[in-house]
């Protein structure tokens, strides 16, 4: 359909953007809603937020680990970033 890329676009497919896109998300829009759900958790009573900031959290905690040791998921292959990418979007979708 399109004849020739823009000699940039590989930087949206690379790990450095996808894990500065999710610490922006986590740390900027997303710390309300961590920091509530942590509340909540320490109360003894969770919340939704409890639940979502949980998944957000051990998304971008395993795929930086698999960033960081690329062996650990090889049989993925370079489809780890995946999981950064839903932390962003569960928070964006509760946000």
Do not use: E
């Amino acid at each position: 359909m399109f004849a020739a890329k823009p000699p940039w676009i590989h930087v949206f497919h690379s790990v450095g953007f996808h894990v500065s896109l999710s610490l922006f998300t986590l740390l900027g829009p997303g710390r309300q809603l961590i920091l509530d759900g942590v509340k909540s958790l320490s109360k003894g009573a969770p919340n939704m937020n409890t639940l979502v900031g949980l998944g957000a959290l051990s998304s971008f905690a395993v795929s930086s680990l698999a960033a960081l040791i690329p062996k650990l998921v090889s049989h993925i292959s370079y489809s780890y970033t995946f999981l950064v990418s839903f932390g962003i979007q569960c928070l964006s979708f509760f946000l």
